[in-house]
């Protein structure tokens, strides 16, 4: 595909951090404070599943399991997604790229648009930590929307504060299941930390702590790095 530089510029930010380090979350704060439209490619993957599409069959058992997807097929999604628009003042990749073959394709897609990768806010935890966290996750099978049972609960318990569908266990949060995804994300998308830090582009954020205080050292880290980005550095 040729380069095209009519197009609007995209500035692209990147969520990183092993399952349960608060990445959904944080996202969903940042695109309310800066316009910024948010791209879960789990929740993407979660849609087709329950919409029951030929790509919700072909990636079911992956998720099930708690495994990647295969790259091409991400890759694909993902530049499907960014090729429709509706992209605000700059699109949150949640959960792209995973491995660094997505993060080449990445680079790639990027080159081709001309879109800008501002930076990519790597959320830091501890084991323990993320263990006690997806404990307690709950989500909202209808709308997708997340929650914690002890530090993130809806108004109404067990209802989804926006749709008010009965809330249920993420089938990939069950033990077995995060196991895995530890496992995977150890080997196969921790060596991203490096990957982007060698580009000066890693902000690293220690996200342990309360969603709040985790929130408030994001929204610096962004707002610093995108004075930069829009004075085109
Ligand atoms: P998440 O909601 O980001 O935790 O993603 C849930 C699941 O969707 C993962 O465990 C993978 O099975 C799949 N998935 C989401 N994003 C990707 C990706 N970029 N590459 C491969 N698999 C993915």
Request: glycine fraction near 10%; hydrophobic fraction near 40%; charge should be positive.
């Amino acid at each position: 595909m040729a380069t095209d530089r009519s197009e609007k510029k995209l500035m692209i930010w990147i969520f990183l951090g092993a399952p349960g380090a608060g990445k959904g979350t944080q996202a969903e704060r940042l695109r309310g404070d800066f316009g910024f439209v948010q791209i879960s490619t789990g929740e993407m993957l979660r849609e087709a599943i329950r919409a029951g599409t030929e790509l919700g069959k072909s990636v079911q058992g992956y998720v099930t399991r708690g495994e990647l997807v295969p790259d091409d097929l991400m890759a694909a999604v993902l530049q499907e997604r960014l090729a429709q628009g509706n992209t605000g003042n700059g699109v949150i990749l949640d959960g792209f790229p995973r491995t660094v073959r997505q993060a080449e394709m990445l680079e790639e897609i990027l080159a081709r648009h001309c879109w800008q990768l501002c930076g990519v806010v790597y959320l830091d935890t501890s084991e323990e930590v993320i263990l006690q966290r997806l404990g307690g996750r709950r989500i909202c099978p209808r709308c997708g929307a997340n929650y914690h049972v002890v530090t993130m609960p809806p108004k109404v318990e067990g209802r989804c504060d926006r749709c008010g569908a009965e809330l249920v266990v993420r089938p990939d949060d069950a033990p077995e299941a995060v196991r895995k995804r530890l496992e995977v994300y150890r080997k196969q998308t921790e060596p991203l930390v490096t990957f982007y830090s060698q580009r000066g582009l890693l902000e690293r954020i220690n996200a342990s702590g309360e969603a709040e205080e985790v929130y408030q050292a994001v929204k610096a880290a962004v707002a610093r790095r995108w004075q930069r980005c829009l004075a085109g550095g």
